[in-house]
């Protein structure tokens, strides 16, 4: 792929709950007439967990194959000058994704927030409590320490509120 034209790509990750989708709304309420593109993970569905099993042979082969479907299109894209995805996936497939598709102008950047916070807005502001599992704890666990191993930029977003959250990634990603 041709990097040539100055296109970066911007994977926001982070459990359910932390923020992404807000992000990723106000980033495009803001910056509307920039070149830029936006783009939701979860936005060609997402099939139950007997489908993944019986389909993939495990929701992390669906996670995983449907990461590296995404990078190719973004990838592709020969649009727009920034991209910017969201969407919870382990970070070790995205970096797979752009190796694979040898583009390396792409940052990671996780949103994280402490479970009970988690909790509250799973379970409160978007009457989701079916989503607030041991699973997503776990979740929450495994990318936190995925982004640090990795070194990735973490944005705790428990006390953010939208504005700051969106200064914050704008800060991260010098924008």
Known sequence: ???ARNQTIYFITGASGVGKTTLVHLLREKYHNQ???FFHFDSGGV???AQMEKEYGSPAAWQKAKTLEWIHLLVQD????KIFMEGQTNPQFIQEGFAQQNFKNFKIILLDCPAPEVKQ???IRRNQPELFT???VNWLNYLRAQAREQQIPIIETQHLTPPQLLAAFEKVIAL
């Open 1 to 3: 792929m041709e990097e």
């Open 47 to 49: 099939p139950s967990l």
């Open 121 to 123: 807005r799973l379970t």
């Open 35 to 37: 070149p830029w593109s």
């Open 78 to 81: 020969g649009v727009s000058t």
């Open 134 to 136: 041991p699973h997503l």
